[in-house]
């Protein structure tokens, strides 16, 4: 079967309603943000009338999640909300299903998966330019970043509820591209050194089997290896020298850890996180630091903001960009304000 061929067009079946619900008839299935402000009224459904999505999903997603995913979308269906639901059936089919989003019959495309699926669907649709239908969030993943910055928890009655009425706003995306030819944008971090590292050792099997704690393993198993040339970081002329560095365009880091606090998606500037030493005590303590909401207090680890930022270091070492291997380095990474639409909940 061709990816989303028997469910275009169609609400698809979901799970019976939970008791107490209102069920809709047509269905048979086995926290405010304060980064954006609420400044654009919807503009794409007409008034009164109930958005008209087109959910891209990742379907391996199982167990609560594949449960909270049939939650929301029974949910929206009881709001009224007309569906095009397409499911991927492996990488490239979000950004592919993306670009073919109508304005004329989507009022909202909905990525409902992890933040690597969503990055998927972000690059899909800002090739779309302004032609793009803005972007809502169904969070399907392990870390959920995105979620936690456009103010999202993970009920599904809330989440239907902001899919349906969030406010749309404006956001801005950051963009890497390798000398390669390698490239992609990113709506929350792109990194380089420790964390891209792990990301590119992650074994999506453990990943699906351990969630957060796959990160954990790698992330020792990392530390155990032969510590890697440090990187030279140039943000807008300035040079620095680093052993990791994370390119933050938000403000969380592996979930609702506070990495940059002053990042913003409404704001085009991007927030330069550099660790400074990269060998296992140093780690260690940047980490317990992150977890604790303390790391500004590291004397080795600071943040510097610009537009235009260069990372040079090992020739091929790895960059992630929301928490997937995008580019390999040297890189240059650029901001791109005002690049899509997204629905918050603030």
Known sequence: ??????????????????????????????????????????????SGAPRRLLVIYNPTAGGSRRRRFEAVLADLADLGCPMDVRPTTGPGDAAVFARQADPALHDLVVAAGGDGTINEVVNGLIALADKAPPLAVLPLGTANVLAAELGLDLEPAHIARVIAEGR?????????????????????????????????GID???????????????????????????LKVTVDGRVYEAASVVVSNARFYGGRYLLAPQASLADPLLHVCLF???????????????????????????????????????????????????????????????????????
Do not use: W
């Open 1 to 46: 079967m061709a990816p989303g061929a028997a469910s275009r067009g169609q609400t698809p079946p979901f799970r019976a309603s939970r008791p107490g619900q209102r069920r809709n008839p047509g269905l048979d299935f086995a926290a405010e943000s304060p980064m954006i402000p609420p400044v654009m009224p919807d503009s794409h459904a007409p």
């Open 168 to 200: 749309i706003q404006p956001v801005s995306l950051g963009r890497a591209d390798a000398s390669t030819g390698e490239g992609r944008a990113f709506s929350l971090m792109a990194g380089a050194g420790f964390d891209a590292r792990v990301v590119a």
């Open 204 to 230: 999506l099997r453990v990943k699906r089997l351990l969630g957060k704690g796959a990160y954990v393993i790698g992330g020792l198993c990392q530390m155990a290896r032969q510590k890697p040339p440090p």
């Open 276 to 346: 400074r030493y990269g060998d296992v005590l140093h780690i260690l303590r940047y980490a317990m630091a992150l977890q604790r909401g303390v790391l500004l207090r590291e004397k080795s680890f600071q943040i510097v903001t610009g537009h235009d930022i260069r990372i040079e270091g090992d020739p091929g070492a790895p960059l992630q960009a929301d928490g997937d291997i995008i580019a390999h380095l040297p890189v240059r990474i650029s901001a791109l304000p005002h690049a899509l639409k997204m629905v918050t909940a603030g």
